[in-house]
């Protein structure tokens, strides 16, 4: 078991790396195939000893991240409690935290991450006073491979092709079950794929059930290419664990099944969302009940749209640059105040910002301090400045609220760029702007087409660009950032 938390741990990983941070996976028990994945990607992989969580496990861990250098330690699993967390924090370490239901007794993280539906700061009320949260399907960590599969989908009069995949190891032989299922739908002509885990002993087992039923089936194990098979799938038959949020991505319907206690949240979620549909757990529903849900989508063009539909708005493949952002550069956010009025002049007048800006004329003074005290004065104004850990002032962001969309201006301080500032920041400033406003469903943003710096910004911070569109009587790209759903 453990599969999922090694996939999102890989989905940081690679966000970490991409960013030029280095990585090391500090493991206790692991798969041999987990393992060749991890390689395969080139991280480097220590084996503790002792039990997942005891304090030999955390001494070790703290011991390893002082070697290294290490500023951030990032934890993921069942196993680790506040005696665990205290021990790496008595180190001096940062401290990232991958939960999902609030299972620890204490929590003595910097950061709680749970990117599941529903996941609230109420969750912990054992925590420390200087813990943050990053909380929501916008921080889902998934696979750079992903992204390059979320597309428009086609939904096809009738579903043909099905993809079983219950986890990496299946010890309740939920595959072999849903075999079963798929045999009493008295469905026709299409194509079965089930997908199993490197660590699955059931292989075989899986086979004799596919007989026995008489299914045609491609039984892979350990696939490597997970983002092409989703993609290609038409539904989708899956544990309700971490591979939910690879099928919402690519809009993929799905029927989920809960095979542990942990899965329930996310599952119902899912499915009051209109997201996929949950069948039950696994104890409690039979194969004849399951078997009816298969027949009922399969053929079900509206359905299995809306289904598509309402999974794709729940997040886009941003989830793991958006954590690094609050890793990576110390950065953080405060109000825009009056003392900061010169501050903003000079970065205003700056050569290249007015160059860069739709209106080049040098800005007065008098000018300035006029419009700063309009915009602090404005409740359709959010101002933010972004600060490193010492309180030295890298950069503003601004939103102006227009209905339910903010227009959004950004500038960064002429002794800061080229630093990776300003993605961060603006990573940073959109995700409190979302949480802060819940009636702004999305930020748009407008660059001169010379300004080739902020549509690299824009781009590498998932907006998307809609084309050229003429706003406050100027031509400029116009890029758009929609809020999803959390």
């Known amino acids: 078991m453990g599969t999922g938390h090694v996939m999102r741990c890989l989905a940081l990983a690679q966000a970490w790396r991409d960013s030029g941070g280095q990585v090391r996976f500090a493991v206790c028990e692991i798969s041999e195939s987990l393992t060749k994945r991890l390689r395969a990607e080139q991280f480097e992989i220590t084996s503790l000893t002792g039990a997942p969580g005891s304090r030999s496990d955390a001494d070790r861990t703290a011991e390893l991240a002082h070697q290294d250098g290490t500023v951030w330690v990032v934890v993921d699993g069942y196993h680790f409690g506040g005696e665990y967390q205290q021990t790496i924090k008595t180190a001096g370490k940062k401290l990232l935290f991958l939960d999902d239901y609030g299972h620890a007794d204490r929590y003595r993280a910097d950061l709680i991450l749970n990117q599941n539906l529903g996941a609230n700061a109420g969750m912990y009320p054992g925590r420390e006073s200087y813990t943050k949260f990053l909380l929501g399907p916008r921080y889902a960590l998934l696979r750079r491979e992903f992204g390059e599969y979320r597309r428009r989908r086609e939904i ?5 092709r099905l993809l079983v995949t219950m986890g990496g190891s299946d010890p309740q032989h939920a595959t072999e079950f849903v075999v079963g299922a798929i045999a009493r739908s008295g469905l026709s002509d299409f194509e079965l794929k089930i997908v199993v885990g490197g660590s699955n002993p059931h292989v075989e087992s899986i086979r004799e059930r596919l007989r026995a039923a008489a299914l045609d089936a491609a039984v892979l194990q350990d696939a490597a290419n997970m983002p092409e098979l989703l993609a290609q799938s ?9 591979t939910c949020w690879e099928i919402c991505l690519l809009g993929i319907p799905s029927i989920l099944i809960e095979l542990a206690p942990n899965q329930h949240g996310l599952a119902k979620g899912l499915h009051d969302a209109g997201a996929a549909l949950y069948a039950g757990k696994l104890a409690e529903i039979s194969r004849d009940d399951l078997g009816q849900m298969i027949k009922s989508v399969a053929p079900s063009q509206v359905m299995r749209t809306h289904l598509s539909k309402a999974s794709r708005r729940l997040l886009d493949s941003q989830g793991a640059r958006r954590v690094v952002a609050h890793l990576k550069n110390g950065l953080r956010l405060r109000e825009i105040k009056e003392g900061d009025c010169r501050l903003l002049w000079e970065w205003a007048n700056d050569a290249q910002a007015r160059r860069m800006s739709f209106s080049q004329n040098p800005i007065p003074w008098e000018e300035h301090v006029r419009w700063l005290k309009e915009k ?14 010492d309180g030295t002032a890298v950069g503003e962001v601004r939103y102006e609220l227009e209905e339910d969309r903010a227009v959004l201006s950004i500038s960064i301080s002429p002794k800061f760029r080229g630093n990776g500032y300003g993605k961060h920041a603006l990573l940073m400033a959109t995700e409190q702007l979302f949480q802060r406003s819940s009636s702004t469903k999305a930020v748009d943003a407008y660059v001169k087409p010379e300004n080739t710096t902020s549509i690299q910004l824009f781009e590498s911070a998932g907006f ?14 116009h890029f758009v950032l929609p809020k999803r759903t959390t």
Do not use: N, Q, W
């Open 464 to 477: 998307h660009r809609e084309g050229l569109r003429v706003h406050g009587g100027r031509e400029g790209i």
């Open 156 to 160: 096809g009069s009738v579903a043909k």
């Open 234 to 242: 038409d539904l989708v038959i899956a544990g309700a664990g971490t």
């Open 376 to 389: 602090l004065a404005s409740p359709s104004t959010v101002f933010y400045m972004a600060c490193r850990e």
